[in-house]
Every structure is written in C-alpha cells, then in structure tokens.
C-alpha cells in the first residue's frame, strides 16, 4: 500500500528534498537485521509481523511508472529481478521495508520514487516439530481463508502444528512448549508456552500463530503428576490413544512377555499360544495386566515400575503404587501407556495373609489358577482354582486324602519356576494351620502337589500284585469245579 505521509511531505519542494536525503541515510538494510540477539519473550510479545521469503506471491507498484511494476513469485533466494534496478533482495524484509528499500534502488534513476509493495498469495508454513511428539520432523501447514494482506487470512497455531506431529506424548512436558521465531536474517526470538493452561482454566493466550521457519519444541518431563496424566492425555493435542501400543510386562506376572494394547478391544500376547480375552476401554496399565493374566501372589504392587524411552533416548521411570487403586479407588494410578513402555511388577519381600486375599479377588489378579493334585488323593489330575489358594485347600479340592494309603504328614511342592528352573519342597502338613509359608504355602498356577504312599501302603502293595493274580486262578478253578 501506499504511504501516505511521505506522499504528502514530498509534495512540498523543500520540505520533500529534506526528507528524501534523510530518507537515504535512515532506510532500513539487510545490514540492519543483522542481529545476533535470542531474547525470550511471553506469547504477548512474540514478534508476529509477515516477513517476505522465497514462495510469497508480491505485487510491485510503481507510482506513474506503469512499466516498471509487476507482481512476481519470491524465488527460494529471496531476490526479485525488477526492472532498471535488477536483483533486489526482500529475503526476511517486511513489506514496507521491502518498498523502502526498491525505493533506495530506484532513486538513482527517478527523481521522487514512490513505491508499495503488496502481499497477493503467501507462501505454505513450513515449521519443525521436536521433542515429545508422536511423529517429530518437518511439516507443512496450510493457510486459511484470504491471502496477503486480507483479514481473513488465518494463519496455523501451535496445536494445529501438534496435532498434524500426532500430538504430545506422555512424557511431553505440556507447560514448557517452546516456539522459536527467526526475525530478520540472524535474530531469534523465544518464547515458553504453558498448554496446560487451555486444559486447567480453560483459557489460551499462548497459543499463538505461527509463521514460515518457526521451530516447536516438546521437553521431556522431569516429573509425571499422576494426578493430572489422563486430563492431559484426553488433550486434542495429546497423542492418539486409539494407537496400538506395544508394551512388555515382566515380573510377577501368570504370562510374562509382549502385549499389543489398544483401545477398545485388545489383542494376545506373544506369550500367550492359547490367547486372552479381549478386553475393552483405553491402554491402561490394567488393561496390559490383565493380558498378562495378572499379577501373582508374591507380586509386590506397592511398587510397579513403568520403564519409558523418551525421545532424548534417556529412560524415563515411573512409580505406581496399585494398592492404593484397590484400597482408595485412586484411579490416577491406572496410567495410561506409551508405546514402548516396560512394565515390572516386582517380587515381594513379605506377603501379608490378609493383603494377599484381597487382592486376590481384584481385577489385579487372575480369575483362575490351574494346580495338579497327583498321588494317593481321592480325585487326581489339575484342578482350577482360586488365585491365593493355599496348599491345604488344594488337597481338599482333590478329594482329601486316600485313606490309609496317602502319607498325611507330609506332602511334596515342585514348581516351575518363570526363569525356567525346578523347585522341590518338602511341607510338613497341618490341615488346621492358616495360610503361611511354612506348612500352607500360597499355591502358584501351574503348581504340582505330589502325595506319596504311606509306609503301609508301600508294604502291602506287593502282596496285592500277587494276590490279584491268585484270586483270578481260585476263580477259574471254582467255576470249572462248578460249572
């Protein structure tokens, strides 16, 4: 556009002479821009003017001078090749500098050039996306509505440029996003955006628009707020938590291995040849628990560990504490999954009896457990039961014991143990005891329970095998004798 002051003081003889000799030694430069400064500023004071790059669509006019005004396509260079003058660069110039300084150029050639620059398409946004995103890199974003000078040109914001990098992960920190703007041709400007005052307050001034070169910056959180984890991970913003994520879960677990959770329905493990149910709602810690078949009875849930890869390449751990889950319904403690994540559930140091019958009715463990019963019992063979179900029960559950054939003062345990090795056990039984580790173990799944024979059981089996052959012949004899 035109300016209209210096239209109206040039008009003047003098005073136009005066002020266009002051002009040639106060136009902005190229040299001008040439700081080296990086302030931080607030989203209020970020630097929003439209600076020229190579893509922008510019109309040239020269006052009375149609000849020598055009509209051209700003070359990645930054340079337009105008008429009598040449190459003029505008790379980082606003439009007004961009006229005063085609106005600096013309003046050896024209008594009183009057020149403006006019903006007709502006060129895509291009930004990088960093950090704690889904998908960093480069992106292009579209403008909306007019062009140029237009009002109703809308430019792309931060979270339009977050949500087209899949939104910010969970270990994003949301209230140190950080936009850095170019300014001229080596000056930077910074600015710290806080997002999760759009969640919180419902207010967004730091949601700025963004221009061609900005750069967007997601820090790893130093600390997870539990508390607030699923408020930010329900963000538009936030990553998608319909993306499948592959997630390990080891320890003290029926099923340890490599789950795929999603959100909705979830899928078996690698660990798991017979496959798990499906199990519906968002990927949570509980959801990747329940494909692993839950926690054992010697897990220590006061303590769950979730392992995360950052994208600085540093491991990121979180602390769970799901007892207070069972204790106080704080839901805060099902956090929601990252692809990648690790999940441990270490072992106990102690079971505490009453402890460990509530959690075995909670979702955290299994709804079954299989232990076989074999040896001198009235019902051998494998027998599901009830997670936390002590050794006693088991017995019971197979029958009790055979009579006088089973060895009732003591019983043998052999497990399997998760890193692949044997254990056998020798247990006193004590069929009045309660539960502890001493005479009425917590059983394991998978657990065989061998009852031997009793020592007269062990004396009259010979006599038997004879004794079943001779019966047979006295037989034979009596019904040829008596036919």
Known sequence: MYNTNLLKRISQPVAGFAFLVSVGT??????????????????????????????DRIAVNVLEVQEYSGEYQIPPGGAINLPLIGSVPIQGLTTEQAADLIAERYRVFLKRPIIS?????PRPINVLVSGEVTSPGAYTLSLQGGAG?????????????????????????????????RIGNNRTQTVNLNLKD???????????????????????????????????????????????????????????????????????????????????????????????????????????????????????????????????????QDLLLQDGDTIVFPTATEINPAEATQLATSTLAPSQIQVSVVGEVKS??????????????????????????ARRGRVELVRLNPNG???????????????????NPILRNNDVVLVRRSGLAKVTDPFRLVAGPLGTIVNLVRFITNP
Do not use: C
């Open 380 to 405: 051998p063979g494998a027998t599901n039961l009830r997670p936390n179900t002590p050794l006693n029960q088991a017995i019971l559950a197979a029958g009790g014991f055979n009579d006088s054939r």
């Open 26 to 55: 106060a136009l902005p430069s190229v040299s001008l821009a040439q700081e080296t400064t990086n302030p931080t500023a607030t989203a209020a004071q970020l630097d929003n003017t439209y600076t020229l790059g190579g893509g």
């Open 117 to 121: 620059v006019n903006l007709l398409s």
């Open 149 to 181: 000078d237009n009002p109703g040109v809308q430019y792309p914001t931060v979270l339009a440029a977050l949500q087209t990098a899949q939104g910010v992960t969970a270990s994003g920190d949301m209230a140190e996003v950080r936009v850095t703007r």
């Open 198 to 332: 759009l969640i919180q307050k419902g207010v967004a001034p730091s949601d700025i628009t963004l221009r061609d070169g900005d750069k967007i910056h997601v820090p790893t959180a130093t600390n997870i707020d539990l508390a607030e984890a699923r408020n930010l991970a329900a963000a538009n913003f936030a990553a998608d938590p319909s993306r499948p994520r592959n997630v390990a879960v080891i320890g003290e677990v029926v099923r340890p291995g490599s789950y795929l959770v999603t959100s909705g329905a979830t899928q078996g493990g690698q660990n798991n040849p017979t496959g798990a149910p499906g199990v519906t709602g968002q990927p949570t810690i509980m959801r990747a628990l329940q494909l692993a078949g839950g926690v054992t009875p010697q897990a220590n849930i006061r303590d769950v560990k979730i392992r995360r890869l950052t994208r600085t390449g540093k491991e990121q751990v979180i602390n769970l504490n799901l007892w207070q889950l069972l204790a106080s319904g704080d839901i805060s």
């Open 421 to 439: 090795s044997v254990t056998k056990r020798k247990i006193k039984i004590d069929l009045s005891a309660g539960i502890n580790e001493k005479t």
